[in-house]
């Protein structure tokens, strides 16, 4: 059974920094590009970032380029973001999505189409 799992979400002032975490199991892991999707409250799912399946290319969308930072480790299935200089519209849901078709582009980042696996997501909350 393919899953995703999420954690390292919690309630952080603004300026403040987080890990999330993201750790696969039932899938060669390494096969996979991962990428990071977030949904804030009433809004649809907006793309973060993409990892290609070696680790050496990423993508952002613009908003976070300089703020936000992915990285994994194929060794033990997993994958983080590094969320600094957080701001109250950060808060989001953030959802780690993987597929072995999609390649890691400045256009798979922002649409979610072309992700088939999901987690269930982990609650980053920014107050102001």
């Known amino acids: 059974q393919v899953q995703l799992v999420e954690s390292g979400g919690a309630l952080v002032q603004s300026g403040g920094s987080l890990t999330l975490s993201c750790v696969a199991s039932?899938?060669?892991?390494?096969?996979?590009?991962i990428a990071w999707f977030r949904q804030a409250p009433g809004k649809g799912r907006e793309g973060v970032s993409c990892?290609?399946?070696?680790?050496?290319?990423?993508y952002y969308s613009d908003s976070m380029r300089r703020r936000f930072t992915i990285s994994r480790d194929n060794a033990n299935n997993s994958t983080y973001l590094h969320l600094s200089s957080l701001k109250p519209d950060d808060t989001a849901v953030y959802y780690c999505?993987?597929?072995?078709?999609?390649?890691?582009?400045?256009?798979?980042?922002?649409?979610?189409?072309?992700?088939?696996?999901w987690g269930l997501g982990t609650q980053v909350t920014v107050s102001s």
């Open positions: 039932g899938l060669t892991f390494r096969h996979y590009s």
């Open positions: 999505a993987a597929d072995l078709v999609t390649e890691c582009t400045d256009h798979s980042v922002t649409n979610d189409e072309y992700w088939h696996t």
């Open positions: 990892i290609g399946v070696f680790g050496r290319k990423a």
